[in-house]
T-cell receptor, first 115, second 114 residues
């Protein structure tokens, strides 16, 4: 597709269960970002991938959160033992060129609800 | 460290009136500044960005923003609001010393009254 896609669009889970969120970046985009958007708040940086370099995990809130990316394609964000405070919209973005001055293209997000 | 403050979580304007959404930033080095718009159930879309050069930046859909270093501001304006402008607007900052991180404000929800 032409844009960043994410799946599922909505996910409802029970506290304590694990969830996997998927992101397909724009083809050819080397940089990929994950953000969390809690209700009424701004975007919170989680993790960044750039090519085959080690990811920048500095935004992950706990060791229950992890992410992987295969080369310059699909990425999955995994949340283990979900808690109610994990409820949020998780946004993925990709960028053709990494770096602070370059536009990020966002997917529509996955709305996660933890009951 | 960088940060962004958006004054006014909700702004209402009449159709045809001026739109002014405020953004102030904090950065110890020259910033890169962005405005994104988010329509319901959609991802964020870039409206405009400032990197270097001209401080008045024009974006899509008739929006523009002016970088004012002395005021550490990057306010978003549009001369005449349309109904289709109703959305959530986010200001973001990044800089050479932030690595790959962008820092987003908490957003401003714009309502356009017919």
């Amino acid at each position: 597709g032409a844009g960043v896609s994410q799946s599922p669009s909505n996910k409802v889970t029970e506290k304590g269960k694990d969830v996997e969120l998927r992101c397909d970046p724009i083809s050819g985009h080397t940089a990929l970002y994950w953000y969390r958007q809690r209700l009424g708040q701004g975007l919170e940086f989680l993790i960044y991938f750039q090519g085959n370099s080690a990811p920048d995990k500095s935004g992950l809130p706990s060791d229950r959160f992890s992410a992987e990316r295969t080369g310059e394609s699909v990425s999955t964000l995994t949340i283990q033992r979900t808690q109610q405070e994990d409820s949020a919209v998780y946004l993925c973005a990709s960028s053709l060129v990494p770096g602070p001055g370059h536009e990020q293209f966002f997917g529509p997000g996955t709305r996660l609800t933890v009951l | 460290a960088q940060s962004v403050t958006q004054l006014g979580s909700h702004v209402s304007v009449s159709e045809g009136a001026l739109v002014l959404l405020r953004c102030n930033y904090s950065s110890s080095v020259p910033p890169y500044l962005f405005w994104y718009v988010q329509y319901p159930n959609q991802g964020l879309q870039l409206l405009l960005k400032y990197t270097t050069g001209a401080t008045l930046v024009k974006g899509i859909n008739g929006f523009e923003a002016e970088f004012k270093k002395s005021e550490t501001s990057f306010h978003l304006t549009k001369p005449s609001a349309h109904m289709s402008d109703a959305a959530e607007y986010f200001c973001a900052v990044s800089a050479s010393n932030t690595g790959n991180q962008f820092y987003f404000g908490t957003g401003t929800s714009l309502t356009v009254i017919p």
